[in-house]
């Protein structure tokens, strides 16, 4: 696990060896199709995206006309119209995913810190008693989860996702962090207790500034999770003004729909963030999909 | 050292634990043993509930509704989980074939865009993609011809609207199978490759003597993940049909969904639950062992 995770760019078998620079025209003749293909799948995967980007830019009267392609002139004022309702949703998103995720990398690093580093009697009884909760689909829990919020009087506040979600999200990153911390070499540690550390700053001092990129690759799986949840808050946010992103953009598509230009004007602003996200941390990305499809 | 001291001295430990599972009794094992207890012994939850046994599963078995949701999630289930694995084989075996790194690093990344759009943003692009009146699918239609079909009401049509939930998953490439295969590729020696190169084995021989054997585990983790996926779909039928016309597309899950925040039959909900997780538990169980037993 902590391989894969340290060693994204692997080794690959060289199908026909490459044998210096002039192997290029070589490569695509024997590749192309494969870029064709590949090129294939990419356009129909981004195509309803495309098709958003271009809608979103027209008024009422250029979609009648022709509601594919492009029309000038552009109508920015769509995203003016969308963004005052869409941008909002997306701070109250930024609040609580990222409340939830500052949560998780916590208590999660700080749990599986726990269980890597000492012995304790119990410890393995603790551990399998949370990674069984990986055993357990959310459709179980779903309306009794909504019961218990609803009892402890946290429905439509923000802790009725916060709370949950830092529930939720700790189990998979004390799996994946324990398997880490366990792997790091106790001398560092058994140095730092010989100078007279504390556990807590052994932890804060040392565990965690190691553990930075897998910390990252947690961070970013927990607030992907936590921002494209959809039905958690459906059912237990009920005022608009406090609507995380996908569940405002769900209202706002039901108050206009055929209204196309502003409808997928606030779609392209809604996927915005996580673009922005992921431009930024591309390569946690995609070692975390891959790893944490792995162990799951 | 009594079992007791040594508990004692770890107590600081525990301490530091405390915070994990204050918030895994209330939000997680409580919920789940909530669920049990709510569908096997009451009608509603806790004070107000009254014990009625199996009485909601016993109801379930005769609701003509669920076993329709029944027959849809299966179906939904096998074509999602036929799908997910086959089609992501070929992707991930083209992208790991090419001899730029570059080029596959970009084609990951590529094959990653569908994880980081909404889930819902999607699922509402393809309800505007399927609307009768102005959706693409239904110009693309007239485009090519085929103006007799240019104004299907591709979700509202109870012979239609299963097979139009199916189709929103296309290209069914989405995200984490691809790279599930893919580093299941990468993990495979080049010596092996080299070696059938030598024997002469051409790509498609290694493919099926190298890849596939060896990318078993990938296939059953894929395998697993899309059946829990498929058994509890809920978000893609409530938010493209809300399980109609006429329960064509009714689920399970949105069925439990729509009895408890509904009509507020929170015991009769938590039973369908219940049923749902035991069905994943078993074939995920059943999925392991009998491929192990094949190792």
């Known amino acids: 696990m902590t391989e894969r995770v ?63 392609w492009p029309t000038f002139p552009l109508h920015w004022g769509n995203y003016t119209e969308a963004g005052a309702i869409v941008v909002p949703y ?11 995720c500052f ?21 393995e009884l603790l551990y399998y008693l949370i990674l069984i909760l990986l055993m357990i689909p959310n459709i179980l829990t779903l309306v009794p989860s909504f019961v218990v919020v609803r009892d402890l009087r946290l429905l439509d506040t923000n802790w009725a996702l916060i709370l949950p979600w830092i529930a939720g999200g700790q189990v998979f990153a004390i799996f994946i962090l324990r398997t880490f911390y366990a792997a790091m070499p106790k001398d560092l540690f058994e140095a730092a207790r010989i ?32 921002w494209n949840d959809f039905l958690w808050p459906l059912i237990t946010i009920s005022t608009p003004d406090s609507y995380p992103l996908v569940l405002g ?5 039901s108050q206009y729909y055929t209204v196309w230009g502003p409808l997928m004007a606030g779609y392209v602003i809604g996927t915005i963030p996580l673009i922005i996200l992921f431009a930024f941390t591309s390569r946690l990305f995609v070692q975390g999909l891959a790893a944490g499809g792995i162990k799951l | ?14 301490f530091l634990l405390l915070p994990c599972f204050v918030l895994l009794i209330l939000f997680n094992y409580y919920p789940a043993f909530l669920a049990l207890w709510g569908s096997i012994f009451t009608l509603d939850y806790g004070r107000e509930g009254t014990y009625v046994g199996l009485k909601n599963f016993r109801d379930l078995w005769n609701d003509s509704t669920f076993i329709t949701s029944v027959r849809n999630v299966v179906a939904l289930t096998l074509f ?34 569908p994880a980081i759009v909404p889930g819902l943003v999607t699922l509402l692009l393809w309800q505007f993609i399927y609307d009768p009146y102005y959706g693409l699918l239904n110009a693309m239609l007239s485009w090519v011809g085929l103006d007799s079909w240019a104004n299907t009401a591709w979700l509202a049509d109870p012979d239609l609207a299963l097979y139009a939930l199916m189709g929103s998953a296309f290209p069914f490439v989405g995200g984490i199978g691809v790279l599930i295969y893919l580093a299941g590729l990468q993990s495979i020696s080049v010596e ?25 585990g990938q296939i059953r983790l894929n395998m697993v993940l899309s059946i829990i996926a498929g058994l509890q779909a809920l978000t893609g039928p409530l938010v493209l049909t809300n399980g109609g016309p006429v329960n064509a597309t009714m689920v399970p899950g949105l069925y439990m969904y729509q009895q408890a925040f509904t009509y507020g039959r929170l015991g009769y909900a938590s039973a369908i639950g219940v049923i749902v997780f035991i069905a994943v538990f078993v074939l995920t169980v059943f999925n392991l062992t009998l491929f192990k037993d094949k190792d």
């Open chain 2, 80 to 113: 999602g989980t036929i799908t997910a694995i086959t089609i992501p084989i070929f992707v991930a075996e083209w992208i790991f074939r090419l001899q730029s790194d570059r080029a596959q690093y970009f084609y990951r990344i590529i094959m990653v865009w």
């Open chain 2, 1 to 14: 050292m009594t079992l007791w001291r040594r508990i004692v001295k770890a107590r600081y430990y525990y």
């Open chain 1, 249 to 253: 953009l769900f209202r706002f598509q």
């Open chain 1, 103 to 123: 949560g998780v990398v916590l208590i999660g690093s700080l749990t599986a810190y726990v269980f890597a580093s000492f012995s304790f009697p119990g410890r």
């Open chain 2, 192 to 216: 092996i490759y080299d070696a059938a190169k030598l024997d002469g084995a051409g790509g498609m021989r290694q493919f099926l003597t190298i890849d596939l054997p060896l990318i078993k």
């Open chain 1, 6 to 68: 340290s060693q994204p760019t692997e080794q690959k078998p060289t199908l026909a060896h490459t044998s210096g620079s002039s192997s290029l025209r070589k490569m695509m003749k024997e590749d192309w199709w494969k870029h064709l293909l590949l090129i294939i799948i990419s356009i129909f995967l981004f195509f309803p995206f495309v098709i958003t980007l271009i809608i979103s830019f027209k008024d009422m009267n250029q979609f009648s006309v022709e509601p594919f």
């Open chain 1, 195 to 226: 100078d007279g550390a504390g556990e807590l700053a052994i932890y804060a001092r040392i565990a965690v500034p190691l553990s930075k990129s897998i910390l990252g690759v947690v961070a970013i799986f927990n607030i992907l999770g936590t």
């Open chain 1, 90 to 100: 997306i701070f109250n998103s930024i609040v609580v995913s990222g409340t939830a």
